[in-house]
């Protein structure tokens, strides 16, 4: 009998934690195990506000995915996939098609823009390792230019941040340090640097627990951070962005840098795969499989769930990506077998925000922790990913150590 092929797409999180999964529950003559991604390597996405603000570089962010991999179970294919159709069962990629017998979609996030005119075009995203360099090199080449013009343009200097989510606070953290380290290296007084936060919503981490961003706020300020809180980015232009004050008021702050981190959506190519989904979410079965073709997995930030207690998706988080790639490994075997496919259910433990290297907030297993504890807790957090993906080698070789 022929062969199952399972044929994986992304090394997120998600695809890359269903591989190695799958690699412990499948022989070698079981099934051809075939892993698709962009580049040779995993990010960790979960560090990019660092590679983004400079405090980590990008090769401290990423790991070879044959570091990780049992190459005589899988086969790592380099390439881009271009298109997935699951009414035909084809995946076309930079290295040729690929058809299937189960398929496993783990292609990740985009940055959100709504429908915002020109934040496609101006505005920079911490979207991947790339993009994350691209956002670092930006600021040096601001602060580098204002230190040799003859006329200093100060708004150079001025960084706006759109959300004031996870992603943006943790950014802001970052740069809340490294904004000093770079106004000695490039003879930069610090008064003319301005990084301001704006946020749509009337608070910070909307829906967060109020004393902790209260902590993460003062924090933040005291680093010189400003915050625009209720105020949503309407526009954004080569000159900066335009914020909405009031009913017909608005703003316009002049800045040399925006960086938009005001949400996540799926990878786009969901939405011309012929799967039925929601700004590139595809809302997955109880074992998360995609409706309607029992042949498809969805893991990670493609993924959909509703929480039924507070009936909203659960967040897309990196926490719940490797959990369902837990599910969706051993559901692939059981498939396999004949067998029954088993309901994901996630184990939520808490979240914890970094407020740069040596500070965070966090709410876990019911515990509300700050400063150091907190902060301590985030890098044993990131050790664990790396523990879960690589064990013990993975994590002496890309741990973080430092308290
Ligand atoms: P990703 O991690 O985005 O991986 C997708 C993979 O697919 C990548 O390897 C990419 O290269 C590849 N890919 C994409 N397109 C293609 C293509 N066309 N062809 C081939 N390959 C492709 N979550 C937490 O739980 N805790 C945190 O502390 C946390 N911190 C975060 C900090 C930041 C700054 C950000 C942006 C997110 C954070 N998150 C956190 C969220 C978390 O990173 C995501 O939920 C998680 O990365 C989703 O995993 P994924 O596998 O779905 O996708
Ligand atoms: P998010 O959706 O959590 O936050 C986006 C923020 O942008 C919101 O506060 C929203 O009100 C704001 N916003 C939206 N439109 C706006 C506008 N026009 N102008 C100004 N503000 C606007 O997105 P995120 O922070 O990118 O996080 C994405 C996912 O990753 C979430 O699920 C999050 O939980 C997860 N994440 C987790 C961590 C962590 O656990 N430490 C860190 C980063 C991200």
Known sequence: MKRPTILVLGAGYGGLSTVVNLQKLVGTDEADIILVNKNDYHYESTWLHEASAGTLRPDQVRYDVKDVINTSKVKFVKATVDAIDVNTKKVATSAGEYTYDYLVIG?????ETFGIPGLDKYALSIANVN??????????YQFATWSTEEVHDDTRLTIVVGGAGFSGIEFLGELGNRIPELCKEYDVPKEKVRVVCVEAAPMVLPGFDPELVEYAVRQLESKGIEFSIGTPVVEATPEGVKIKKGE???EFITAGTVVWAAGVRGNRLIESSGIENMRARVKVEKDMRAPGFPDVFIVG???LMINEEVNRPYPPTAQIAMQQAVTVAKNIV?????NETEEFVPALKGTVCSLGEH??????????????????MKKVIDNRALYMIGGIPLVLKKGKFSL
Do not use: N, P, W, Y
Request: hydrophobic share 40%; aromatic share 4%.
């Open 301 to 303: 930030d493609c993924a």
């Open 359 to 376: 500070d965070a907030i966090g709410d876990v297993m019911g515990r509300k922790l700050t400063g150091t504890k907190a902060s301590i």
């Open 107 to 111: 292609l990740g996030f985009e940055g």
């Open 131 to 140: 993009a994350a360099r691209q956002i670092r090199d930006h600021i040096e």
């Open 248 to 250: 017909e008021e608005f």
């Open 334 to 338: 059981a498939l396999m077998k004949g």
